[in-house]
């Protein structure tokens, strides 16, 4: 007999064992027992959480001519000839290869026929957010006027897709992802069964793995027991799924911590050279991070972590050494970095530069800590910008003096500076917009809240001893904040610091106006030289 996958061995006979959704099980068994069953369904959720297996108990439980408080007695005629897939009352349908309009309408055809020997007729489509514009039109036709016969139940990861007359006339049922323990435990009544013994350790790194699915576990410990028959080591699981043993993680996370970058590097070598994939890695080392931001910002944030209590004491421990606002950086750019390993053509090269640059960087933020509060992270731009814009209003002009000839000592060694160091002449335009890019810089490791503001404006002209920028239309905000005095004699006295020069700075907002008076303008132009030289100028365009 040709083998058969663990999932479709083990799966679900009764409500009861449907892991994790007693919210729907319970309330459909109600329906069944009450009579009150209806016309159409529609579950809901990420792949592997049990839609079809409740469906296919559904199906028998509706029709069983025994049922058991709800569930399907399994025993009965109905119930048998469904298990064995011979009942011609229920079908099962992949709207993902009968997709069509044609399809639909051959089942409407076959809806209006009674059951032959059943109390209803189901219709389990499976994927049904894949049906055409003009199959789910052809399908709405049924489900607004379903025979007293009909129960449809309709499957999919993606309910956004079905149109909302579709979703009106179901009742919709939404699955959850699984806990890990959930996993762990049916993984372990699995094993016994099948009389194989696993490691607490080998089942929780599956669990952990499988992200909410029960399927995907199962199909990995599949994978598993056909890799070593005696017993499922941690360390067989490791190898199977390309990941890194934990406790390694957590010593090259502490490597980046400390930002010893010649054991970060000897440390991933030996990693690569065992074979892991680099994006898997990376994967592991962003959920690190994350499992440290949850136990660093919550008290009980062991909960929603998926690793054993000697690994979540581990990592309350490296979390004591690493504030949050780094955590949070470390994982924006292992993230940022995980993105473009997937398309570079040396993802090693790449991986090995980003990681010595992301631990030798400044944090990209500027948080306000205080004794006795929790830090906080402004939740947008504008916040931000009017949070520190309070802040800085109490800086006088020698602090702002001061401020600029600190940070430039600090900056000094910096060659990304050498631009905006260079001595200028007077009056040369050319020179701000040369080493405009190099200004926002430095302007961005003093004040983020500022840079944020000036990163908008452009150099516009240099009239006399006045250095003008512009603001474009969407940006009316910060040009209103970049006017503010304290903004403003900042910025001067900033820029004038670098350039060697001594410009009155003044902002402008263009609001649209100034493009329709330059084109008036051209146009009186055009027609007074047309006038002098009697004859039509034609217009030549960019």
Not at 153 to 179: G, M, N, V, Y
Not at 499 to 504: A, G, I, P, W
């Amino acid at each position: 007999m040709s083998h058969q996958a663990i999932y479709r061995k083990f799966r679900p006979m009764d409500f009861e064992s449907v892991l994790g959704q007693k919210h729907i099980t319970e309330t459909i068994k109600r329906q069944i027992m009450k009579d009150s069953v209806a016309h159409a369904y529609l579950f809901n959720g990420i792949r592997g959480t049990g839609k079809t297996s409740t469906a296919k108990i559904f199906s028998r439980a509706v029709n069983c001519l025994n049922p058991q408080e709800g569930n399907p007695c399994n025993e009965c005629e109905i119930c048998v000839s469904t298990l064995k897939e011979r009942n011609m009352d229920v079908v099962e349908m992949d709207a993902a290869s009968n997709n069509s309009v044609e399809d639909i309408r051959d089942l409407r055809e076959k809806v209006k026929f009674l059951p032959s020997k059943s109390k209803f007729k189901v219709y389990i489509i499976d994927e049904v957010h894949m049906l055409s514009k003009g199959a789910f039109n052809a399908l709405l036709k049924t489900l607004e006027e379903p025979p007293e016969h009909l129960l449809f139940i309709l499957a999919t990861t993606e309910p956004e897709k079905i149109p909302a007359t579709i979703l009106s006339r179901c009742q919709r049922f939404d699955f959850k992802r699984l806990s890990v323990d959930d996993i762990i435990i049916n993984m372990e009544d699995i094993c016994k069964q099948m009389e194989v013994e696993a490691e607490e350790k080998a089942l929780r790194l599956i669990a952990n793995s499988a992200e909410g699915a029960m399927r995907d576990a199962l199909s990995i410990l599949d994978r598993c027991l056909n890799l070593q028959d005696e017993i499922i080591t941690y360390e067989s699981v490791l190898d199977l799924l390309g990941t890194v043993n934990y406790s390694r993680i957590i010593d090259f996370a502490e490597n980046i911590i400390n930002k010893n970058v010649t054991a970060m590097i000897f440390q991933l070598d030996d990693i690569l050279g065992e074979g892991k994939e680099i994006t898997q890695f990376l994967d592991d080392l962003i959920k690190h991070f994350r499992n440290i931001l949850i136990l660093n910002t919550s008290p009980e944030g062991y909960k929603y972590l998926s690793v054993g209590e000697d690994v979540v004491e581990a990592i309350k421990n490296q979390g004591k050494n690493i504030d949050d606002d780094t955590v949070i950086k470390y994982i924006e750019d292992l993230s940022e970095t995980l993105a473009l390993c997937k398309k570079a053509l040396n993802e090693r090269v790449l991986l090995e530069t980003r990681l010595i640059k992301m631990i030798r960087e400044k944090p990209a933020y500027n948080y306000s800590h205080q004794e006795g509060t929790e830090k906080k992270q402004p939740a947008s731009e504008k916040t931000k910008i009017k949070a520190s814009s309070k802040k800085e209003e109490k800086l006088t002009d020698n602090k702002i003096e001061s401020e600029i000839e600190t940070e430039e000592k600090t900056l000094e060694k910096n060659e990304e500076n050498k631009v905006v160091k260079t001595t200028p002449n007077k009056g040369d335009f050319n020179l701000v917009l040369e080493s405009w890019d190099g200004i926002l810089n430095e302007i961005k490791k003093i004040r983020v809240s500022f840079h944020a503001i000036i990163k908008e404006a452009e150099p516009f002209e240099l009239k006399g001893n006045t250095l003008k920028f512009v603001f474009q239309p969407n940006y009316k905000f910060h040009y209103d904040q970049a006017t503010k005095k304290e903004n403003l004699d900042f910025f001067t006295a900033f820029i004038n610091k670098k350039l060697k020069t001594d410009y009155k700075v003044e902002f402008s907002f263009n609001d649209g106006k100034k493009k329709a008076e330059n084109e008036e303008s051209s146009i009186d132009v055009i027609k007074k030289a047309e006038e002098f030289f009697g004859q039509k100028i034609e217009k030549i365009n960019d």
